[in-house]
């Protein structure tokens, strides 16, 4: 079956200037994802994984070279233009959640929509429950974030990138704080929102991750070394099942 | 986003550092309480000087002796003060075709004796109806008759301040005799009390007595007239009078186009539009010194909004990653801004006003002012325009700051 491209990326160069040396974060990277994959980004520290995720999620543009994301064309776009891609066709989860303090999840996983003048008070609301009882925290709508776990805060911030239904999910090393249990509970919940027929771009470091995920791509000092797909992917319930529970 | 979750987030980012944002506040409060505490007196002085001239015929004119001081060239001669003489009080009298009312005034010390009790006084010489044109009013008894002018007869009208002085309580001064100056003088009438004016001066501590007699036997040397009072038909004809009495006098003392006047001729109407003017300028400058308190007070949020924008930078990352334009930014921090010194500015409305109406309740309760200190409604609008002015002045900066941090930078930022 031919699904529609969600990414295209030609040719993408991003160099930095640090005082008079010119750092080339990415070297010319090309390929494209299409709906429903689910695709890890892999690599040495310093490859560029960060790099690339920050221009897929239109926070940076790329020096040269073309990307396309839901068919728009994005280099060219403005700064708001841009901020606006972002809050409809986006979600980010960051490996330090950066949920809003003293907020409840509610509140917390609201935020996208409070920047789309579209969705009134109600929609936004009723999207925000959604959401959270879709990542299993129907339960904890009105806590705090300094009142949650790092796996919940975790919940949270992939609530907030569902939200907004967007057309792909980027996640920066979004196990990264948690220890290994944990870290399989979100994995099982991405297979699940995967399952579901969601685009996901995840960036780890760990080989093991993976292997749950349909394709992945290795970066190494900024070019694109292998690009994979996985014919035997595992089911992270069955390893989350073999795990131990921890003893109280 | 929308206004109304813009003043949610700001409202949240205040109540998030009760005491750091009272303090920000704090300038601002001070700021506008003082200047609308100095509005408020400079109103209050104003309108009470406007209400002690009110008594007064609006349309008198005062006759004075001497040239225009402001545009005398030269010293102040002795003789310029003795330039009215009978001779001219007579030909206005005679001629003059506007006005309603005409008396000399002479003054005189007055030193005052009745049985034990003594008191020095001004004695003011005049006729029976300077009265009406000073908006004083004969209580008790009568003013003096023309007939008792034209005898230079020893009879006078006394303030509520001297029978206070000189008589018990409850004791009818008239028919009494005092002596003023140690001359024998019937007392006739009792004036209504004005109480004290806007300097704290009694306006009742005064003798009025016919003019002739200050002449004849208290100053016997004086042959010049200290004023003319008059008061125009209406207030309409104030300038027709002016005018009027002004030809009278210089065709009087034969001054020639272009010679220098040794007389003056003013309306209340003059004075009361140079008090307004002086009290107005007044007002401004003690407003202005107490602006500069609201200057240092915007100095505050415009710093406060800095370590605002510092300690959420991750925050401001995190608003820009799911989609908040610059735009967005700028208005949250912008209002976050407006909100502190408009607060400010409302709790300093209530704080100035508060005072101003404490001190005046004080002044009438307690001592005999009627100091008429009072807040005018565009004081209070004056004060929010301000501070949202300083609000929006002060947060630019700090909020452009924010708006212009790169997301990535930001969402790193520890
Ligand atoms: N803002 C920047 N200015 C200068 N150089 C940068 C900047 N951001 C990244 N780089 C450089 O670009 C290269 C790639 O960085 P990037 O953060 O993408 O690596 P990464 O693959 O995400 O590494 P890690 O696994 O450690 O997160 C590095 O050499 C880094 O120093
Ligand atoms: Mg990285």
């Known amino acids: 079956m031919a699904q529609k491209p969600v990414i295209e990326l030609e040719g993408i160069r991003r160099d930095f200037i640090v005082g008079s040396e010119t750092v080339h974060a990415l070297r010319g990277v090309s390929f494209t994802i299409h709906e429903g994959e689910f695709v890890t980004i892999m690599g040495t520290s310093g490859s560029g994984k960060s790099t690339l995720l920050n221009i897929l999620g239109c926070l940076d543009t790329p020096t040269s070279g073309e990307y396309r994301l839901d068919g728009t064309p994005v280099r060219t776009m403005s700064k708001t233009q841009r901020a606006v891609l972002r809050n409809r066709k986006i979600g980010f989860v960051f490996q330090s959640y950066n949920l809003l303090a003293k907020t409840t999840a509610v509140e917390n996983v609201e935020l996208p929509l409070m920047y789309n003048s579209a969705i009134g008070a109600r929609e936004r609301r009723d999207r925000a429950v959604t959401a959270l009882q879709r990542v299993g925290l129907g339960d904890r709508l009105n806590h705090k974030s300094n009142q949650m776990s790092g796996g919940q805060m975790q919940r949270v911030a992939i609530a907030r990138a569902l939200v907004n239904d967007p057309a792909v999910i980027l996640a920066d090393e979004a196990t990264g704080n948690l220890d290994t249990r944990t870290s399989f509970e979100i994995l099982v919940l991405f297979q699940q929102l995967h399952a579901e027929g969601r685009t996901i771009i995840f960036v780890t470091h760990n080989p093991e991750i993976a292997q749950y995920s349909t394709r992945t791509i290795t970066l190494s000092d900024g070019k694109l070394r292998e690009d994979r797909v996985n014919t035997n992917i595992l089911d992270a319930t069955v390893k989350l099942a073999s795990l131990p529970v921890e003893e109280e | ?414």
């Open chain 2, 1 to 414: 986003m929308n206004i109304t979750n813009l003043f949610k987030i700001a409202m949240k980012a205040i109540g998030a550092n009760k005491m750091r944002s009272f303090l920000t506040m704090l300038g601002i409060i001070i700021g506008v309480s003082s200047v609308i505490i100095m509005l408020a007196l400079g109103h209050g002085a104003k309108e009470t000087i406007k209400q002690d001239i009110q008594e007064t015929d609006p349309g008198t004119i005062m006759i004075i002796p001497g040239p225009d001081y402001e545009t005398l060239e030269g010293d102040w001669l002795p003789e310029y003060s003795q330039t009215l003489k009978p001779a001219d009080y007579q030909s206005i009298l005679e001629q003059n075709k506007y006005l309603k009312s005409l008396s000399p005034m002479v003054f005189s010390d007055g030193q005052l004796v009745c049985g034990n009790n003594n008191h020095s006084t001004t004695v003011y010489g005049v006729n029976d109806q300077y009265p009406a044109i000073s908006g004083q009013v004969v209580e008790k008894g009568s003013i003096f008759t023309e007939e008792e002018i034209h005898s230079s007869a020893k009879v006078c009208v006394i303030g509520k301040s001297i029978v206070d002085k000189l008589y018990d309580k409850d004791a009818d001064p008239i028919g009494t005799v005092i002596r003023i100056n140690n001359i024998p003088v019937a007392v006739v009438g009792v004036l209504k009390s004005k109480g004290k004016d806007i300097t704290g001066r009694d306006q009742d501590d005064l003798v009025l007595m016919p003019y002739t007699t200050v002449m004849k036997r208290m100053n016997p040397w004086q042959n010049y007239y200290n004023m003319i009072y008059a008061t125009a038909e209406n207030e309409k004809m104030i300038d027709l009078a002016m005018k009027d009495v002004t030809e009278i006098l210089r065709a009087n003392h034969k001054i020639k186009e272009g010679d220098m006047q040794d007389f003056n001729v003013r309306s209340l109407e003059q004075a009361v539009s140079m008090v307004d003017s002086v009290m107005g300028a007044l007002t401004l400058l003690l407003s202005c010194i107490a602006g500069i308190s609201l200057l240092v007070g915007g100095i505050g949020i415009m710093n406060i909004m800095y370590v605002s924008v510092t300690e959420r930078t991750r925050e401001i990352g995190l608003r820009m990653s799911v989609g908040a334009r610059t735009r967005d930014i700028m208005n949250q921090f912008l209002i976050e801004a407006i909100l502190i010194s408009v607060t400010g500015g409302l709790i300093g409305v209530l704080i100035g006003a508060s005072i101003a109406y404490f001190a005046r309740f004080i002044l009438m309760n307690f001592t005999e002012h009627h100091f008429l200190i009072a807040v005018e409604p565009w004081t209070v609008l004056l004060a929010f325009a301000i501070c949202t002015i300083t609000g929006v002045f002060f947060g630019w900066y700090p909020a452009k700051k924010a708006a212009n941090l790169d997301p990535i930078d930001a969402l790193r930022y520890e």
